[in-house]
């Protein structure tokens, strides 16, 4: 018979879980495992509300498994460490994004691409190399493997710098991958949310000519005069449209609602590419003849390995780039998924855990 999660492991632990695709949150008690050899315990203090958690907790992905413990964007500070840690300390400013495993033998781990290991272990809703469950950062601490902590800059906030664990490698890995990080680029924006805004600033950083592409026009604004943004399109206005047709070395598409895909293929130059970092429910339709006539590429891109996500962190602290963020207390997650849902939120909420989470 299988254990309670609270059973499981010897360090008890508290947090918040939704226990069925209704996606409501509610105190959950549970347990993480001793501290490994290999291992980084830390005090969570904050933890970023992902898109990514609303639709995990509502099984919109269809893979969900209850009780699902969300959150992949945490920091906070270490409060203990194995015998064979060679990189961290106690007192250390830290964090952990989207993984907290592989199996470091195949070549996508060699290469320092765990994010693409077909082994890899989530921080949520995954499962351990001993079977129990892995539950994400919406609870009080958390323990892992030190390849998979990140060492949070002095300079960025923890608060702030929790969202950078996915949206800013998110967006970060395929600038680079893709070759749209060199100064003097056209480089296209597709969705100003979390992942869009945080895409602006690094794209900017990078030197790049930015435009921000969106069915809101509302946002233009905030998008120039706060973002930094060079340019502003409005997808469903057919003049700016057309007017920008050819003009753009990539696009980084962060949508997770159905779209079309045709009007983003005609902005590309010949040999632009747009890369999917957003992730709708349903399959989008993707006309081929834009393809055909430009030699134009879609692809996707998924998160990044821990080599590059400590080397996105470390550009973010350098630029000093950090995301938008509301934070909001432990027991306003339910509030914030919903909000969420209706994109009502500038860019990223992120929980305030170490002043907010109460044991009931």
């Not at 080599?307 to 000093?320: C, S």
Request: with cysteine; glycine share 10%.
């Amino acid at each position: 018979m299988a254990k309670a999660p609270e059973e499981e492991h010897p360090v008890k632990a508290l947090g918040w879980a939704a226990t069925d695709p209704s996606g409501v949150l509610v105190p959950f008690k549970f347990s993480r495992r001793a501290t490994r050899d290999e291992d980084v315990r830390f005090k969570i203090l904050y933890c970023g509300i992902c898109h990514s958690d609303l639709h995990f907790a509502k099984n919109e992905w269809g893979m969900s498994k209850y009780p699902l413990l969300p959150g992949h964007e945490i920091t906070g500070v270490v409060t203990e460490v194995g015998s064979k840690v060679q990189k961290y300390k106690v007192g250390d400013r830290v964090g952990v994004g989207c993984l907290v495993g592989a199996c470091h033998t195949c070549d996508n781990c060699e290469n320092n691409v765990e994010n693409y290991c077909p082994q890899q272990i989530q921080t949520y809703n995954s499962q351990n190399t001993d079977g129990t469950t892995t539950y994400g950062g919406y609870s009080d601490h958390m323990v892992a493997n030190e390849r998979y902590i990140v060492r949070i800059p002095d300079n960025l906030p923890l608060d702030a710098a929790a969202p950078l664990l996915c949206a800013g490698i998110t967006t970060y890995s395929p600038l680079r991958y893709f070759g749209l990080d060199k100064p003097g680029m056209r480089v296209g924006v597709v969705g100003l949310g979390g992942l869009g805004h945080v895409g602006v600033k690094l794209a900017k950083a990078f030197g790049t000519i930015v435009t921000v592409i969106s069915t809101s026009p509302s946002k233009k604004q905030e998008a120039i005069e706060v973002l930094g943004a060079d340019s502003f399109l409005v997808s469903t206005n057919p003049e700016e449209m057309q007017a920008a047709m050819g003009t753009l070395d990539g696009i980084i598409d962060t949508v997770s609602a159905a779209h079309a895909l045709a009007p983003l293929l005609f902005l590309l130059k010949n040999n632009g590419k747009i890369v999917m970092v957003g992730a709708p429910v349903k399959p989008l339709e993707l006309p081929v003849f834009p393809l055909i006539i430009g030699r134009r590429m879609v692809a996707g891109s998924a998160i990044g390995g821990l080599k590059e996500t400590q080397e996105m962190i470390d550009f973010a602290g350098k630029h000093n780039i950090t995301p938008q963020i509301e934070v909001v207390p432990m027991d306003y997650v339910n509030t914030a998924m919903e909000r969420l849902a209706k994109g009502d939120v500038k860019y990223r909420f992120v929980l305030d855990v170490a002043n907010t989470l109460k044991a009931t």
